[in-house]
């Protein structure tokens, strides 16, 4: 190196810092490209679900204060509205279920899922019935079954939900880092 020309040792100099940072620069681009997909995955897979989930749960405690109040009031227009908000409000949780279930890559995540679906399909008779007797006017048949058997599966479904939003919180834990 020290036969070359000043010129040759410039343009050595130039050639090997133009290599050295040809090669961070495609790092820094394969990083981003990494950064970009996971991002996406996080967004897709666990920030969309979880507003399902936050509507889904927003909408099952909706759907309970309804058939509360439904037992609750004697007027049977309002009977009928809160018929009808309890009927919108599954129709809604259906529908976010649905949206749900397809970001679902886990084991854990659609093991969850199916009991979620077990324990709707426990309650939805039972709802039924409840709703079926206070708009029959026999409030106090669904008053015991709202804090029974229809209170163990409401709970049941509670806690499915819960279960469903703390486990896609960790799973953006977990694709975030």
Not at 21 to 39: E, L, S
Not at 45 to 66: K, S
Not at 117 to 122: E, G, L, M
């Amino acid at each position: 190196m020290s036969n070359m020309s000043l010129k040759a040792k410039l343009m050595t100099g130039f050639i090997l810092v133009a290599i050295i940072a040809g090669i961070i620069g495609g790092v820094g681009m394969y990083n981003i490209k990494k950064i970009d997909t996971a991002d996406t995955k996080l967004y897709e897979m666990v920030a969309v679900p979880l507003g399902d989930m936050g509507d889904i749960g927003f909408n099952f405690q909706r759907m309970q204060t309804y058939v509360r109040d439904l037992i609750l009031i004697s007027a049977s227009t309002d009977k009928q509205k809160y018929k009808d908000q309890i009927f919108e409000a599954r129709k809604t949780i259906d529908e976010h279920a649905v949206k749900f279930e397809k970001t679902l890559f886990t084991d854990e995540g659609k093991k969850l899922f199916a009991e979620f679906v077990k324990t709707r399909q426990a309650y939805g008779p039972l709802l039924d019935k409840m709703v079926a007797l206070a708009m029959e006017d026999k409030d106090g048949e669904a008053a015991a079954m709202l804090y029974g058997e229809a209170g163990k599966a409401s709970r049941a479904e509670r806690n499915a939900i819960d279960a469903m939003m703390e486990a896609k919180i960790k799973q953006g834990s977990i694709i975030s880092h």
